[in-house]
């Protein structure tokens, strides 16, 4: 069965730091990984989709990495900023079960 | 403006009775998702379409709880009867299986309160 681990689960930071979360998951037989972002009352926002043959995707200041091999993504935020707030879920979709496993998600402030 | 569409955005009911969520899938989506959110268990896996026909239903209690697919612009999951430990937020996603991907879409959920 697969397992989904964030670390870590809550993060204070000031703004314009440049941060790392982190998800791990423990089988690697993943089609594709993907990262979403939740406000408070909200639904989840999807940020960046990796499938399994890429090793990493960028969107603005967001950079998410992929070792598949190792079970390992990582989401780098540059330059953090106050509106950045917000969990942080990571999900995998595996071979043999498509539907998506979500790790329980890194809470983010970033005081101005 | 494609979206995931999710009613009632808020639901109060008493224990017992028959509750029902709605959700419009993005047009063109092969795929719906029906996943419960609560402070304890996360996000947890109920209900998994492709086209229309339910993959796995594993993460949901079947006694009481029921999805279907009435058509390719529906799905509805029910609860009958509702009970307290359902209260959490129900959250429907669409996507589009090209290959081995699938990138889901998460609508804005419903807060479901049973009391």
């Known amino acids: 069965k697969q397992e989904v681990t964030q670390i870590p689960a809550a993060l204070s930071v000031p703004e314009g730091e440049n941060l790392v979360l982190n998800c791990s998951f423990t089988d690697s037989a993943i089609y594709n990984l993907q990262w979403f972002r939740q406000d408070p009352g909200k639904g989840l926002t999807s940020l960046l989709l990796i499938q399994s043959s890429q090793r990493e995707q960028t969107s603005g200041r967001l950079n998410a990495s992929l070792d598949k091999s190792s079970g390992r993504s990582t989401l780098y935020i540059a330059a953090s900023q106050p509106g950045d707030s917000a969990t942080y879920l990571c999900?995998?979709?595996?071979?043999?079960?498509?539907?998506?496993?979500f790790g329980s998600g890194t809470r983010l402030q970033v005081q101005p | 403006d494609a979206r995931v569409t999710q009613t009632p955005r808020h639901k109060v009911t008493e224990m017992g009775q028959e509750v029902t969520m709605r959700c419009q899938p993005i047009?063109?989506?092969?795929?719906v998702f029906w996943y419960r959110q609560t402070m304890m268990q996360g996000l947890e896996l109920l209900a998994y379409f492709r086209n229309r026909a339910p993959l796995d239903d594993s993460g949901m209690p079947k006694d009481r709880f029921s999805a279907e697919m009435p058509d390719a612009t529906l799905a509805t999951l029910k609860i009958q009867p509702s009970e307290p430990r359902d209260s959490a937020v129900y959250f429907c996603?669409?996507?589009?299986?090209?290959?081995?991907?699938?990138?889901?879409?998460f609508g804005q959920g419903t807060r479901l309160t049973v009391v």
């Open positions: 999900a995998v979709s595996g071979t043999g079960r498509r539907a998506l496993t």
């Open positions: 047009l063109g989506h092969n795929t």
């Open positions: 996603a669409s996507g589009l299986v090209i290959g081995a991907s699938t990138e889901a879409f």
